[in-house]
Nanobody
């Protein structure tokens, strides 16, 4: 079992950068597919980026070339580097840890892109 805890959100101007972190307790972190999702006001939660236990990554079309997901299994942490941020990236960002039989969510961190 893991418990994801997000950090790193905040207010940033358009074109700026932020790095989100997700620390997940538990000894089996390396076995989980880790993902970042986001939910904007009045919209459904959507996937932003995923990284498998083998380091294979996948991104939403809207963030390709701007966001990078990475993981540090020794530190039980997954990161989301967000560059060239746009106002439409404003949302609550959630960290997810998943296997075939398990699914854990963090509480979310707010990212606001505004001038």
């Amino acid at each position: 079992q893991v418990q994801p805890v997000e950090s790193g959100g905040g207010l940033v101007q358009p074109g700026g950068s932020l790095r989100l972190s997700c620390a997940a307790s538990g000894s089996a972190f390396r076995l989980y597919t880790m993902g970042w999702y986001r939910q904007a006001p009045a919209k459904q939660r959507e996937v932003v980026a995923l990284i498998t236990p083998y380091g294979i990554t996948n991104y939403a079309d809207s963030v390709k070339g701007r966001f990078t997901i990475s993981r540090d299994n020794a530190a039980n942490t997954v990161y989301l580097q967000m560059n060239s941020l746009k106002p439409e990236d404003t949302a609550v960002y959630y960290c997810n840890a998943r296997t075939i039989t398990q699914d854990y969510w963090g509480q979310g961190t707010q990212v606001t892109v505004s001038s």
